[in-house]
């Protein structure tokens, strides 16, 4: 069995698989789980910036949009750009968009190689998506330099954790409450995270005036990171 004290980056068998993506989308839609995850996250960012009014949002690894329409459903004032490098994800979001009948920009490309104007954002989002990017150093430049110069970072993601014991007990109570299929991929994802302190690293950067990490155990082994990106202004 693989250890779980080193982090184990994998390329993600849904990103560029249609039946894998599927299988994703389905466990989105209808786990219950996965849902208190997603409402859960849409209602503390609606309630965080409720007093923002014509917010520029950036959502990096959008997957089938499903946070990004329930956001702008309730925010059509905010102007709302999604990423995401699955093609098969991509499609799906816009399919939820024009359900939901709400304007959402939508690019299909890997976050680091994204090509956006600097300066423009005043929130960025990624929700379970961060420790899947192949570059997480690319993903902060991009991030920093895509931001205003006083802007927002909120990120969800899972976190590896160094107990094995734990880990054995996870894996076996997340199949019964995900199903095989999904909960191959959440394992996955699980041992291609980052650590606490390997994300404390990560974002120790001068940008970053304010970061603040909280971790929620034992329901995902997941930690929600807010960051104040502040810049210093050129002249």
């Excluded at 390329?11 to 466990?27: C, Q």
């Excluded at 974002?203 to 930690?223: G, H, I, M, Q, T």
Aim: proline share 3%.
């Amino acid at each position: 069995m693989e250890s779980f004290n080193q982090r184990i980056p994998k390329k993600k068998e849904f990103y560029n698989n249609k039946e894998e993506t599927e299988i994703f989308i389905e466990t989105a839609k209808n786990n219950w789980l996965l849902q208190y995850f997603e409402k859960s996250f849409i209602k503390y960012i609606l309630k965080k910036y409720e007093k923002f009014d014509n917010f520029n949002v950036l959502d990096l690894g959008c997957g089938p949009g499903y946070i990004t329409t329930a956001i702008a459903k309730v925010r059509p004032d905010w102007q709302i750009t999604a990423v995401d490098y699955s093609p098969y994800m991509i499609e799906s979001a816009k399919k939820n968009a024009e359900k939901n009948k709400v304007n959402i920009k939508f690019i299909n490309s890997k976050v680091e190689d994204i090509n956006l104007k600097p300066n423009q954002f005043d929130l960025i989002i990624s929700h379970y998506s961060f420790s899947e990017f192949e570059n997480a150093k690319k993903v902060l430049e991009n991030i920093i330099n895509f931001a205003k110069n006083e802007a927002f970072f909120e990120i969800t993601d899972v976190v590896r954790i160094k107990n094995q014991l734990y880990i054995n007990i996870l894996t076996k109570i997340s199949r019964f409450f995900y199903g095989k299929n999904f909960n191959r991929q959440y394992i996955n994802s699980l041992k291609g995270a980052y650590g606490i302190k390997e994300l404390k690293n990560l974002f120790n950067l001068p940008e970053f005036k304010e970061v603040k990490f909280k971790s929620f155990f034992p329901s995902r082994a997941a930690s929600n990171i807010y960051i104040l990106i502040r810049k210093n202004k050129t002249e």
